[in-house]
């Protein structure tokens, strides 16, 4: 549609709302902004809409009316009333995503999946940089698309994490190199079934077009069934047996369209399913014409994604790492996978109508005890009954004050929460912040003998 002249609704004024509204008043659509909240409670909002001259009001069902364009931020579910309705009146309803997407120039590479998006996001960026590409990264981490738009040049890539809900509403986007790390159970506060939120995710590879490449994970039956729904070529990556074309291990060699890539144990990332999102990275960025050498000397180079399995500190004796951004089930499995045991696990936060069960035997295996903070901390109580120690925190400090009490040197302190942060923080990275701010005030017991930070008897194994 021609957005010069049109009336557009920006619903959402967190980070990709305002890069929505520039973006479209810049285009000359006659702009409107609405959110749950008030202004005034949404920073960087005001500033923005004053000096575009954009009117705001509080979202009602009114504001809907009379618009032929409404952009969804990520967090704006697409089936409320008031957005069916409005298209029934043949306004068209869209992401940010899907607004940047006749904009943004050069090539793309969308990333999705329950897990490892962010990780396999970075490092694909990284790889392309290091190959001496122009490339920029963003999406559903960092920067929004509609903002990537000025940056976009012609013979550039852009390298984007991509959500269920930026994915949802998409019908022109393309990616041209698609991946698909995992899908398991998530976000079904929001899409209601698995069926509905596997069904966002393979959105794209809808819009895919002949020539361009789905990368695609043999080992998972939802990623594997989205072959039949691309017009690209599929590419196959699995982290236990040989596939082609595409990346596997042949034992401990990881293996690049039938070449030696790197030994895994060169990888600088814990857990074996760094792994896989090493294998799913390097197709990519060899789809996009970086060598093998290149992409195995930037493979090493590569720094853990903050709040990713991130090493925070190590005090008494005792390693504290920092999984806020395990918001699933499947996220905090692979989390306890990393490590052989003696841990202090702190799960809990706002429910996303997950399954918690499934961590009863990594739990019962590894870990002293569950430390249950915020709102789904009942849930999570009734599932793990049984299987493994369950004490009632509350909050983060008192979590932390807990396993300090209660360990000692060779223990591991591990947030992987396996739930959404919004009951008590702002976002994953602000509870991640105050993890990390906990963590750090505490001061060295007196009986303990504080070991280097390499010191990490019970630290994370590939």
Known sequence: MTLRGANALVVGMKMSGRASAELLAREGAVVRATDLKPLDELPGAKELLERLHIPFARQTPEVFEGCDAIVLSPDVPAD???????RRRGARVMGEVELAAPFLKGRTIGITGSNGKTTTTSLTGHI??????????????GT????????????????????????????????????????TQNHLDRHHTFENYAAAKGRLFDTQREGDYAVLNADDPVCAGYAGRTAGFVQWFSGSRHVSPGASPCGEKLMLDGKFLMEAGEIPLRGRHNVENVLAASIAAARAGVTHETIAAAVRTFQAVEHRLEFVRNAGGMDFYNDSKATSVDATLK???????????????????LDYSALRSLLGAKAHAALLIGAAAGKIADALEGAVPVVHAGTLEAAVAYAWEHGGPGDTVLLAPACASFDQFRSFEHRGEAFKEIAGRLERKPSATEPTDEGNRHGPTI
């Not at 409320?80 to 409005?86: F, R, S, V």
């Not at 890539?157 to 899908?183: D, K, M, P, Y």
Request: hydrophobic share 50%; no cysteine.
């Open 80 to 86: 409320l009333a008031p957005l069916e309705e409005a």
């Open 128 to 141: 392309l940089g290091a190959a001496g590409l122009a490339v920029q990264v963003g999406g559903n981490i």
């Open 335 to 353: 989390a306890l996978s990393a490590f052989a045991g003696g841990l202090w696990v702190i799960l809990g936060g706002k429910d996303k109508g």
């Open 144 to 183: 929004p698309v509609t903002a990537m738009v000025d940056a976009s040049r012609d013979g550039g890539w852009n390298v984007l994490e991509l959500s269920s809900f930026q994915l949802e509403t998409i019908s022109e986007f393309r990616a041209h190199i698609g991946l698909a790390l995992n899908v």
